[in-house]
């Protein structure tokens, strides 16, 4: 538990990624709650000059509210171990694996959870061949549905892929899973109500994310209780083989079948008071409050101290 007494909570948000907008918000809402239960608080804009804020605002906790390269990743997680500053959310090296949804399907190779078949390219290569469409293109470490794009033929493969170099080097190509989509978010290793996505759009894509009116969001989930327990089985078993900490949350797209195929795991995933976490949090009787709070009584070093032995 964080003594509330002597702590200065630092809200980090913004940050230089591509999901910088979404940051602020989450930031925003964060800040706002902790105010509300009496907490400390100082909002920090992440730059260059992070390391000098969170010194000359006598940060004692960070609450991350990053999204995206720079601040999901493992990057900040690390200057913060560095510093010994208690941080919310997972450790450097489940964030940077997380991030990477190649890592991840490597990672998760061996662990019964259902994904769809892919390979990577990378650019120089030659486009390729033999594929199945239609197929889905997708930057490694993109997050807020940036950096995809399904293809329906080699043409558009080819404009899919050089748009996703705009992102990284290397493009996951993807089997496409025709179904519906579906986000399981795990709290402290354990899962809650499973939420159904509904876009008006064929994809789940930006738009469809953050404008209002774009999506339903039904929960708990209106499906079978085998197919939301099978997912949330598979959200547990992803975050405890990632080693992650805090709140998580795994997306998934559920088959004619009623299998759920595992796409990603967002380590650090939106924490407005209408996003999706918060959403299944209520469910269970936690508020928006209750739940930024639990996640800040979280916060901790995950590397020991080596210092104070010397």
Request: glycine share 10%; aromatic share 6%; hydrophobic share 40%.
């Amino acid at each position: 538990m964080v003594d509330k007494s002597n702590a200065r909570v630092g809200v980090l948000m913004g940050g230089i990624s591509p999901e910088r907008p979404i940051s602020m918000k989450s930031g925003a809402a964060v800040s706002r709650a902790l105010r509300a239960r009496g907490w400390t608080v100082v909002d920090i804009d992440v730059g260059r000059d992070l390391p000098a804020q969170l010194l000359a605002n006598r940060v004692t906790h960070a609450w991350l509210a990053l999204h995206g390269p720079l601040g999901e990743d493992g990057c900040v997680q690390g200057l913060l171990e560095v510093m010994r500053i208690p941080y919310t959310g997972s450790n450097v090296r489940g964030s940077a694996i997380a991030m990477d949804k190649i890592a991840t399907k490597r990672c998760l190779h061996d662990t019964g959870i259902p994904m769809a078949k892919d390979r990577t390219w990378r650019r120089g290569e030659e486009f390729p061949e033999g594929l199945t469409f239609p197929a889905m293109v997708k930057t490694p470490e993109g997050g807020s549905t940036l950096g995809i794009r399904k293809v329906h033929d080699a043409a558009e493969l080819e404009s899919g892929l050089l748009y996703c170099l705009d992102f990284a080097q290397e493009v996951l190509i993807e089997q496409f899973i025709e179904g519906y989509e579906i986000t399981v978010a795990v709290l402290e290793g354990t899962p809650l109500p499973v939420v159904k996505i509904e876009p008006l759009n064929e994809i789940f894509d930006f738009a469809a994310k953050y404008e209002k009116g774009k999506t339903r969001y039904l929960v708990p989930a209106p499906i079978p209780e085998s197919v939301a327990a099978r997912a949330q089985d598979y959200a547990r078993i992803a975050y405890t083989v990632l080693g992650l900490s805090g709140v998580a949350r795994a997306d998934f797209i559920v088959d004619a079948e009623g299998t759920p195929w595992f796409l990603e795991i967002n380590t650090l995933p939106g924490m407005t008071e209408t996003s999706l976490s918060p959403m299944a949090a209520g469910q269970v009787g936690m508020s928006f409050e209750d739940l930024v709070e639990r996640l800040l009584h979280g916060a901790r070093c995950h590397v020991p101290d080596f210092a104070k032995n010397k």
